[in-house]
């Protein structure tokens, strides 16, 4: 078999059978396929997309082609979330507590941020002494004893995903519905959890820029579970702005931690008790009833101190009783001011999530150095009245920023109107 013919079949339409499967996800692994013939036929696969059965064979191949955990030596269900990429995402750490706290066992393997989407190991990694880095036998110890346990995604775990992430985030061929299938199931169903909650974003910060793209997504991801039979929901949610104020990694782990003491942005609050509603009831719980036991859990303290107790286990000294937690903090501001009078009509989400990259959040390529410290904090959100000079943001930067142009790029993420606005829902689906 030669991977020239395979580029061909795929650029003319074509639906590759199991024998071409394997043939491409063992090149991936192994690096026999070079990188220009990879990147010709990933970008054949995101013109001519792929069918529904090609799709589940690529997501299982690519799932084998690396270490698969086994968690069945745990009682009850097995839990874990994905979310295919946003700003200001911080969802994960309140959503692991909160089910932690309900007494489902919660296994997290995480990326890294690339490009303006933050990652969840960076966040976590910004509390001092976090260790993202889990031996097996830890990773388990944790989850038996206390439930809830977050890792950085090994090497070895859907091995082919990760070459293939990579090469598809430089060739632009990241927004493909089989492809962002693929790559998040198979790392899915190489994690082991057996009850999967997706948050699949929606707008202008996310890979999916519109409703229908964003629930083929999700019909594909929800039956790709089910043929494997793990119970899968997806929750279609709001990117066309951030998720919450703050935007930038130890900014998002004080915002986690506000919303874990009670206060903190709705958004937030709302999205990620949804997100934990639905693992409750996949688990089994009615879904009245797993609402109530979240909102308890959440306002009572029993998820704050599930969080704690999840962070001290992995090393990380946060400090509960100081302002700012013990994260690390930017040593400059740099204050926005509304340029007009009225309300705002829109955040655009992509635009800040390229600056908090740039001031340093992000990386623009995987291994890049990130400041935890630094991104952007909003004060105004869609819906909001402003003043004209009052201010709207304020950007958390190193020394040596051009205040002026920083402030004007953010800025830029900004519309005004001089009528009311009502804030866009931020559930847009839930795909069970
Ligand atoms: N998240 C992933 O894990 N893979 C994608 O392709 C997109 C988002």
Redo the contacts with the bound molecule.
């Keep these: 078999m030669h991977m020239t013919e395979l580029i061909m079949k795929k650029r003319d339409g074509g639906e590759h059978d199991q024998a071409e499967i394997d043939f491409l996800v063992q090149g991936i692994s192994d690096n026999s396929i070079p990188d220009y013939q990879l990147a010709a036929w990933t970008m054949a696969v995101y013109f001519r997309g792929m069918t529904k059965e090609e799709t589940r064979r690529f997501t299982m191949a690519m799932a084998q082609s690396g270490k698969m955990m086994d968690l069945s030596s745990l009682p009850g269900p097995k839990a874990d979330k994905?979310?295919?990429?946003g700003v200001g995402d911080k969802a994960t750490p309140l959503v692991m507590a909160l089910v932690a706290a309900a007494g489902i066992a919660v296994a997290k393997m995480s990326?890294r941020g690339l490009g303006h989407?933050g990652g969840t190991i960076d966040k976590f990694e910004s509390i001092p002494g976090f260790r993202s880095t889990l031996a097996t036998d830890e990773f388990m110890e944790q989850l038996r004893r206390i439930g809830a346990v977050v890792a950085g995604q090994s090497s070895d775990l859907a091995r082919a995903?990760k070459r293939l992430?990579a090469l598809?985030d430089v060739t632009g061929t990241?927004a493909?519905i089989p492809?962002?299938a693929s790559?998040?199931m198979s790392?899915k169903i190489a994690a082991g959890a057996d009850t999967i909650v997706l948050d699949v974003k929606c707008g202008s910060g996310a890979?999916m820029r519109d409703l229908e793209s964003a629930r083929e997504l999700a019909l594909s991801m929800v039956d790709i579970g089910r043929g494997l039979r793990r119970r899968v929901t997806a929750v279609i949610s709001n990117m066309d702005e951030p998720l919450g104020w703050a935007v930038g990694n130890s900014l998002e782990m004080t915002e986690a931690i506000d919303i874990l003491k009670g206060g903190g942005p709705g958004d937030v609050r709302e999205l990620s008790l949804v997100l934990a509603e639905q693992i409750l009831i996949m688990a089994g719980r009615k879904p009245q009833a797993a609402r109530k036991e979240l909102e308890a859990l959440l306002d009572n303290g029993t998820a704050l101190r599930k969080f704690e107790e999840m962070v001290a286990a992995q090393g990380g000294k946060i400090k509960l009783d100081v302002e700012g937690y013990n994260l690390p903090a930017a040593t400059h501001t740099i204050d926005v001011l509304a340029a007009e009078t009225g309300w705002v009509k829109r955040v655009d989400a992509l635009k800040v999530g390229q600056l908090s990259m740039e001031l340093g959040a992000g990386r623009q390529r995987l291994g890049d150095e990130i400041d935890a410290s630094v991104g952007v904090v909003l004060q105004r959100k869609i819906g909001d009245r402003v003043e004209s000079g009052e201010r709207i943001a304020v950007i958390h930067a190193r020394r040596g920023e051009d205040r002026t142009l920083r402030s004007s790029e953010l800025l830029a993420a900004f519309e005004f109107t001089d009528y009311p606005v009502v804030p866009p829902p931020l559930v847009l689906d839930i795909i069970s």
């Design positions: 994905h979310s295919t990429g990326g989407t995903d992430y598809r990241l493909s492809l962002i790559s998040v790392k890979f």
